[in-house]
């Protein structure tokens, strides 16, 4: 299946985007029924900010040769393209994804823990991302430098996050003071 000619030219606007690489349609099946898949939890994470994706499903083991004209196809596009490599077992999507492709390749299998990701030989790394609510801030961060959105909102979200520290600090000192107070009468 070709590239969809929108995402071609989302892609060619050079401002980072996503190609989500699956070993198997698996994967985007919930492990437990009412809860989202491994896929939707990536997908969900990379629209918190607001980059553009693709999904696409083929083997590395069982589809050398189709993957490698998938990767082959999203190269000769251009553009900044991170790939996210999500295969569990003895992963070798990681591995023949980021020995193709000209840009970086997050792994993010649906069996986590897999150290299989993390021992890809030398010319063929990844980044190994365990937790799929992480791939969006991974993807956001590589591309925030090219694309003034993706820096805003991880602007705002280290900001959200702080404030909420910062109120959690509030109410939990002032709980444990009077408490303290309390029991030790001071």
Request: charged share 25%; net charge neutral.
């Amino acid at each position: 299946m070709p590239i969809d000619e929108t995402f071609k030219a989302i892609m060619q606007e050079n401002k980072g985007v996503a190609v989500i690489l699956m070993g198997s349609g698996s994967d985007d099946v919930p492990k437990e029924p009412g809860k989202p898949s491994h896929i939707e939890k990536i997908v969900k994470s990379l629209e918190s900010y607001e980059i553009p994706y693709e999904v696409r499903v083929c083997s590395a083991h069982k589809q050398p040769i189709p993957l490698k004209n998938i990767i082959d196809e999203y190269n000769a596009v251009g553009g900044s393209v991170a790939y996210i490599a999500v295969a569990g077992g003895t992963d070798a999507l990681s591995g023949t994804d980021s020995f193709h492709a000209y840009g970086t390749v997050f792994s993010c299998p649906p069996d986590a823990p897999n150290q299989s990701c993390t021992t890809n030989p030398p010319g063929s790394p990844s980044a190994y991302i365990p937790d799929p609510r992480n791939v969006g801030k991974a993807v956001a961060q590589a591309f925030a430098d090219i694309n003034p959105r993706y820096k805003e909102i991880l602007q705002q979200k280290n900001e959200a996050k702080i404030k909420s520290l910062e109120e959690d600090d509030k109410k939990i000192h002032a709980k444990y003071k009077a408490r303290r107070i309390e029991t030790q009468g001071r």
